[in-house]
């Protein structure tokens, strides 16, 4: 049995699912934070790279330590019901409602709209959303060739036009940094971690995980450590090219303030950095190189998504899912970016920390013998705390006040919970109730009950 693959081998799964990560809000949300955090830029992209990295990676080796077959069946430890709800809502915000349409969004308003008439705006979003999501139904009707086409053609593209650029920014920076702005003057930090939720990667990487863990199957390696050594090499290579590039973005986002100012979103700070350095060749450089970023990650996502629902609704072919997929997702993204990015935060308010509880969950579920009962108790806690959180970023970004019956659960909270202003309130009570749980179940000792009520729900020892 085959336990360690060529070095070379890797390299090529670890680019591949980095280009499957970086797209869109890769690009826009390092540059924001840099332009924001200012002088205290380090802090602020310490919490980013927390979110934006190391919660990715966590995914993914979540996934592999589980021993599951997939998202849906690692849910489902909580219950079969909360598995295909949890699983179906996030493959749907990192599918056709949010994620995906904001790649040819972000794509053509960074890339194209530039070199485009004011008044053709619309039209132009239109043919550039339909060429796009053609090119992306092409690539993923070939989800075999998913390593060749995305890992070995187009992710090397991006990282090199990305050096390119990142190269010169360090050398000739555009400016010094000036005085952070908003939360990121007394919370840069929790201001980063939490604007790493917007790059929806760590939602991402529970499903990306899968397809890493098929393809070092697909090399050879079957045995479950083997696939975990694996999958940590391959998913160190990705979150390093991460890591360097979301640093890279955030510097040119602080240094360019001076030159240019605050801009609304982190477009402006791209277009305006290629234009310094490279003049008119810059915008045709930034063109191609959120198009190629946007592309895989629309091309991952639309495959990841047919493949789910095509075992959930098996009378429809993988083929008709994706055509269903890449329409829909051309439909959602002629909205326009500024509707996508409004109604995506209060659902990654609510779904991020379930997720992330989740990942915490799968690796700590040998400390309290799998027992569902510390799957379930966790989550409830969660979601309950989560809800909240992404009712009152609804309220936020509608500028409208709190509901009349949200204001006691609130008031409650913010008095009882640590970090709840900062929309962490969530983290310490599940914390808690996994640590009594543990400890309570570990006291009691194993029973023969739970050995078999974990045969039967397919949680298997470790």
Not at 82 to 87: D, E, K, L, S
Not at 445 to 461: D, E, F, L
Request: charged share 10%; aromatic share 14%.
């Amino acid at each position: 049995m085959k336990e360690q693959l060529p070095f070379s081998k890797y390299i090529a799964i670890g680019v591949m699912l980095f280009a499957l990560f970086f797209g869109a809000g890769n690009l826009i949300f390092p540059a924001q934070l840099g332009q924001n955090a200012g002088t205290n830029l380090w802090p602020a992209v310490l919490g980013f790279l927390i979110t934006g990295v190391s919660l990715p990676l966590l995914g993914i080796l979540a996934m592999g330590y589980s021993g599951s077959r997939n998202l849906q069946e690692l849910a489902s430890r909580v219950s079969p019901t909360y598995g295909v709800f949890f699983t179906c809502l996030l493959y749907l915000t990192i599918g056709p409602f949010f994620a995906s349409p904001r790649t040819s969004t972000v794509a053509y308003e960074v890339g194209i709209a530039p070199i485009v008439s004011d008044n053709f705006q619309q039209g132009g979003l239109l043919i550039f959303s339909f060429l796009f999501f053609a090119a992306t139904l092409w690539f993923s009707l070939n989800p075999a060739k998913i390593i060749d086409n995305v890992g070995k053609l187009l992710a090397p593209g991006i990282i090199i036009l990305l050096a390119v650029l990142l190269l010169l920014v360090i050398i000739k920076p555009m400016g010094v940094m000036q005085a952070p702005v908003g939360d990121y003057t007394d919370g840069a930090f929790v201001t980063g971690f939490l604007d790493g939720y917007n790059t929806m990667d760590a939602l991402a990487s529970l499903v990306f995980g899968i397809i890493v863990i098929n393809s070092v199957r697909s090399l050879g390696i079957t045995s479950k450590g083997g696939i975990l050594r694996a999958t940590v090499k391959s998913g160190l290579v990705a979150i390093t090219l991460l890591g360097v590039i979301y640093v890279g973005i955030a510097y040119m986002g602080a240094t360019g303030t001076e030159a240019f100012g605050f801009f609304d979103n982190g477009g402006p700070v791209l277009s305006n950095a290629t234009s310094y350095y490279f003049g008119a060749f810059g915008m045709v450089m930034l063109a191609i190189l959120i198009t190629l970023a946007c592309l895989t990650t629309a091309i991952g996502l639309t495959t990841a998504c047919a493949e789910y629902f095509q075992t959930l609704f098996p009378r429809f072919s993988y083929k008709s899912w994706v055509i269903f997929f890449a329409v829909l997702t051309f439909a959602f993204a002629n909205f326009g970016l500024t509707n996508i990015i409004t109604f995506s935060v209060p659902v990654l308010m609510f779904l991020y920390p379930l997720a992330i509880v989740l990942m915490i969950l799968a690796f700590l579920s040998p400390l309290f013998r799998h027992k569902r009962i510390v799957y379930v108790l966790t989550t409830i806690v969660t979601f309950l705390i989560s809800i909240f959180d992404g009712l009152k970023a609804l309220c936020k970004s509608l500028e409208i006040d709190y509901f009349g019956w949200m204001t006691p659960f609130i008031t409650f909270y913010e008095n009882v919970l640590p970090m709840y202003d900062k929309g962490l309130g969530w983290l310490l009570p599940a914390l808690i109730i996994i640590l009594i749980t543990a400890i309570v179940i570990r006291i009691i000792g194993p029973s023969k009950a739970g050995a078999q009520n974990k045969v039967k729900h397919g949680v298997h020892q470790y």
